[in-house]
């Protein structure tokens, strides 16, 4: 069964713009973690935020996490079409990860 | 290019046939996972290996099974097929068999089962 729930399941934005998309999940976690696969390929690690952590910045992504919500935000700044993606999260059992459905983003040029 | 490599890429098939999905991790990772992604269930995590040994199952049928040999790299095997086994089939592989550690996924195996 799926631990993680994104929201939006689409999302379509200008080149330029922000997208931010959520994440909530059921159960008590050590690690969330984000991924994105493009298109029927495999998946890329993008960030790791740990249960005592409560904001973590990559790049153009930054991750919040709030465990007394259980619930987390990816934010990706200045879109680019490259980022057209789905982007899931999966929380970390300390031995496997379970996946959200994942938010589908289009990057509109 | 992730470092993990599943061979082979396609693969389509009749329904009660036997196939094997193989998958060679990045160089000193220890730990192999597999997982289906399928359009009706997702990203779902299958089993782990570490360093030659099972050690954890997720949802994974009983018509399957995996193993991992010496030089690290693992298959799958997927017996008596059905239609609803067709799916993309990803390795992924870390460093150690614990949680925190982010995971390297390979290009995936997309299963046809006609």
């Known amino acids: 069964s799926q631990q993680g729930e994104e929201d939006p399941q689409a999302l379509s934005i200008q080149e330029g713009e922000n997208a931010t998309m959520n994440c909530s999940y059921k159960t008590s976690i050590n690690n969330l973690q984000w991924y994105r696969q493009n298109s029927g390929r495999g998946l890329v690690h993008l960030i790791l935020i740990r249960s005592n952590e409560r904001e973590k910045h990559s790049g153009r992504l930054r991750v919040t996490l709030d465990t007394s919500k259980k619930s987390s935000s990816l934010l990706i700044t200045a879109s680019r079409a490259a980022d057209t993606a789905s982007y899931f999260c999966?929380?970390?059992?300390?031995?496997?990860?379970?996946f959200g459905a994942g938010t589908t983003v289009t990057v509109r040029a | 290019d992730s470092g993990v490599t599943q061979t082979p890429k396609h693969l389509i098939t009749a329904t009660g046939q036997r196939v094997t999905l193989r998958c060679s991790p990045r160089s000193g990772d220890l730990s192999v996972y597999w997982y289906q992604q399928s359009l009706d269930q997702g990203l779902q995590f299958l089993i782990q290996?570490?360093?030659?040994?099972?050690?954890a199952k997720g949802n994974i049928l009983e018509r399957f099974s995996a193993q991992q040999f010496p030089d690290l790299h693992s298959e799958l095997n997927l017996s008596s097929l059905e239609l609803g086994d067709s799916a993309l089939y990803f390795c992924?592989?870390?460093?150690?068999?614990?949680?925190?550690?982010?995971?390297?996924f390979g290009p995936g195996t997309r299963l046809t089962v006609l």
């Open positions: 992924a592989s870390s460093v150690s068999w614990a949680g925190g550690v982010e995971q390297f």
């Open positions: 999966a929380t970390d059992d300390d031995y496997k990860l379970s």
């Open positions: 290996y570490y360093n030659g040994e099972e050690r």
